[in-house]
């Protein structure tokens, strides 16, 4: 089985594309300075893919007077889909030649998200506060929102327009080093934003079943005849076989909260599934493992007896209650690839 990465962001919402004022000091992404040596870390580690929010919740796709708004206050979002700004697709285009780069020396690939759920959240404003003690300048611009762009996937003409300003220039850009690739994923665990995948069962959630399923089937056949294997992040197995949404690439991602085993790999060879996201921190108990036994090791070796052919780690830079990414994980992960063997 091979070993992969969430590499979710740097800079959650503006890893690509062009920064509110003030928050970036350079015209490059922060990651620019660190993922070459990320890249050969991971590669010591025996790590062969690293996932990767392009989007994220939306925030530099769409500001000034194309950001999404309100016809009042307590209204719905609206937004029309614009053109990538071109800084995007360059520093887009930036991340595939490092990882062409790296695996030059040893393979691994990429493994691309376009969006996250919260691209379809209700909007906000993001709050930059260059000087704490300066109250004045401490007020959110209406040109930079963070989520607000449900309309892109729910209404049928902007999620066209959306499709072809976005994920086609994406595939363009990948096919000039298409080995860098390993499959290109359409949308982030798109339960929580979706009327009947949500596992509370309400029906006012900002996308109907409907139209994410257009969405995620429309992507997907765009993604394929591009030449590159489309896959989605489902937060759950249960919503990726209750939908019937299978593909080249049959992701979900794997936080049982010490409820619900590992199924056994039970998809075509040639389609296989994939573990997208599964906890480093101990504190997310998999049922089949002792208490002592909630190791990263273990949690590797009872995937692959199931069959599996990729699992993903959450996470290496996003620290959250699902991470707990540490030098004893990594020993844990070169015990499982034999990354220590080969030094």
Known sequence: MLVGVNYPWCDYGWDFGAAPPGWRPHSTPRWADTLDGHLRH???????????????????????????????????????????EPSTLEHFNLLL????????????????VLVDFYFC???????KRPDPSDAARQIADPGWVKQGR???????????????????????????????IYAWELINEPEWMTNGWHPDRRSDH?????????????????VRRAGFKPTVGFAR????????????????????????????????????????????????VWPELRQSGQRVLNRLRLAEQQQYPLT???SFLQHDRHSAWSADVEAQVRAFTGAELRG
């Open 42 to 84: 991971f590669q010591s580690l025996g790590i062969s893919v690293v996932r990767w929010f392009i989007l994220g919740d939306g925030l530099t796709y769409g500001t000034g007077d194309d950001a999404p708004g309100q016809e009042r206050p307590g209204a719905d979002w609206r937004f029309t889909p614009p053109p990538l």
């Open 97 to 112: 030649q490092r990882f062409e780069r790296a695996s030059a020396v040893r393979p691994i690939q990429l493994l691309p």
């Open 121 to 127: 959240d209700a909007g906000t404003h993001p709050i």
């Open 150 to 180: 449900a309309d892109a996937i729910v209404d049928a003409t902007k999620r066209q327009r959306f499709l072809t300003e976005t994920l086609d220039p994406f595939l363009q850009v990948s096919q000039r080093r298409r080995d860098t």
């Open 206 to 222: 900002p996308v109907d079943e409907s139209a994410m399923r257009a969405f995620i089937t429309e992507g997907t056949d765009r």
């Open 237 to 284: 197995l249960e919503t990726l076989r209750r939908t019937g949404l299978t593909g080249e690439i049959n992701q979900f991602h794997h936080y049982p909260g010490g409820r619900e085993a590992l199924a056994a790999h039970a998809f075509d060879v040639r389609f296989p599934g994939i573990i997208g996201e599964c906890a480093t921190a101990e504190t997310d």
């Open 312 to 314: 993903l780690l959450w």
